[in-house]
């Protein structure tokens, strides 16, 4: 295990896990690396939450690059192959290239439920959104990833009944419900929103 830092941030770096440990993750990745290696921030402070989990995802970017292998986020749910890194340089951060945005059926049929994963690794709840069934998926991609970036830059949760603008799309959201759910086995709390 190593620590890496670049200035104030600082980031853990385990090159090799135990047999038993890395077996799980095979099979849970369902993958056929040979090695596997770990990257995470570490001690972040809200302020620079940001820098740290992009430092860390350089760190991953680089692990992947040099090894020809797989890195896969385990809090977006993603994997990034070596291709995958080219149309993300991580120059600068970008909500996009850590908060993935998921859908799947809801608990009524006649609706979609999409759902950010990735807002946890800067301590901060997933983002939610509930459309009926039918409507275009590119919209509520654009809404949930352009509200996730206005959620990062504030660095803090949004209160039920708040607004947030979203220039680039001119809407404004509405925070409109709490809740927990477990869309990757492990339950999460979530903030809906809506137009």
Known sequence: SAAVSHGSWHARLLL?????QAARWKEVLTWDHEGLAVVSPAGHSPGLALDTVLFSAR???????LTQGTAFDVVAQQYLNPSDWGDRPLT?????DHVMVHHTEAEDPAFEWFYTLGLVKFGLDELELIRPRGLPSLEAIQLLTET???VLRSGQNQKIG???DLPTLAQTVRFIKHRTAAPTGRMTAFRQISL
Do not use: I, K, P, Y
């Not at 090799?16 to 038993?20: G, L, N, P």
């Not at 600068?92 to 996009?96: D, G, N, P, S, Y």
């Open 92 to 96: 600068l951060f970008q909500a996009h």
């Open 162 to 164: 708040n607004f947030l």
């Open 148 to 150: 996730a970036d206005g």
């Open 59 to 65: 760190l991953a970017r680089g692990m992947t690059l």
């Open 16 to 20: 090799s896990v135990d047999e038993a």
